[in-house]
């Protein structure tokens, strides 16, 4: 067999089942293909009738690496049935830093997609990641499921995904705490897209570090997944969420209600939880129930859950 129908009949057998997935789960976004041919180590994420291959990029990329490469985006093509223009390559390389969040280009075209009750607006073009982490789909469902009535927290909200389930999924009052103007922005059209009024939640342009310093309100629901580096000019000291684990659970569980939970999740691949952590909560690893069904890597993120000591 050709090395081209190899990967055609893999991504061939993954559609069929992905999009019985898709209609059984009402979602639009999924990952298609991630790395299940040693040959073809790419990612391959569908949004709608738009495709998004990702590629790690190498120093040097050898013929046959190359050939791989074009086989994979006419399968693409092929199995989906969409033109050239509509599948978006991204190049991605050991990310460092914040590099995750710079601009690729600067188109500006959005879409809008479907996920449970959801619509989120995501961009396939302009940056690294689009605006939805797609890992996180069951963790959404979890928040949406508890948020009835509750105030929430969400620290490192990124474009407010998770926000926005909270409050549909009836938070009497969400706080989305990120650092950048443009993600916050985001937020708050996310939450228009579901015609959420934006007059009933609060949106903090600040570092989540001295937010949780600052901070005293209590929250029955917080959720909190830092990014694994940043050294945002904004903040005075480089963050590390392995380093910085304890001071950030340390002000979540002080400012979370007696009753309350908090979500900690991050996608450092070897994190450990900090041994000190049992000192200041109750902990569940609760990470197989947060990995998506189309997602192979079982360690593309960690998540725990948290309670007061003495609670169940």
């Known amino acids: 067999m050709s090395d081209y129908n190899t990967i055609k009949n893999r991504i061939e057998k993954n559609y069929k089942h992905r999009k019985k997935l898709a209609a059984r789960e009402i979602i639009e976004a999924y990952r298609l293909y991630e790395k299940d041919i040693p040959d073809f180590p790419f990612i391959v994420d569908v949004y709608k009738d ?3 291959i ?4 190498d120093d040097e990329i050898d013929a046959e690496k190359f050939d791989h490469f074009n086989y994979i985006i006419s399968a693409v093509k092929e199995i989906l049935n969409i033109p050239e223009e509509r599948v978006i390559i991204k190049s991605r390389s050991k990310q460092k830093g914040s590099t995750q969040y710079t601009k690729l280009e600067d188109k500006n075209e959005t879409m809008l997609v479907t996920e449970k009750t959801a619509n989120f607006i995501v961009n396939l073009h302009d940056y690294l990641d689009t605006g939805l982490f797609l890992d996180h789909r069951p963790l959404r469902q979890m928040v949406f499921k508890e948020s009835q009535g509750k105030k929430v927290l969400n620290l490192f909200s990124y474009t407010g995904s998770i926000s926005v389930v909270a409050a549909l999924g009836g938070a009497r009052q969400v706080t989305s705490v990120d650092m950048s103007t443009t993600y916050q922005d985001w937020a708050r059209k996310n939450f228009e897209a579901n015609f959420i009024p934006l007059k009933d939640h609060i949106f903090v342009t600040d570092s989540a570090m001295v937010y949780l310093e600052k901070a005293s309100s209590r929250f029955d629901l917080i959720i909190l997944d830092p990014p694994t580096f940043s050294n945002s000019k904004k903040m005075e000291e480089d963050f590390e969420v392995e380093k910085d684990q304890v001071f950030l659970i340390k002000h979540c569980m002080r400012l979370l209600a007696p009753d309350g939970v908090l979500y900690f999740s991050n996608n ?3 994190f450990k939880i900090d041994p000190l952590i049992a000192e200041l909560a109750i902990v569940t690893d609760i990470t197989p129930k947060t990995i998506p069904e189309d997602y192979r ?6 998540c725990f859950k948290m309670t ?5």
């Open 50 to 52: 738009y495709a998004v």
């Open 54 to 57: 990702f590629e790690k990029r």
């Open 268 to 270: 450092k691949r070897k």
């Open 297 to 302: 890597d079982s360690k593309v993120h960690h």
């Open 308 to 312: 007061h000591l003495g609670k169940k």
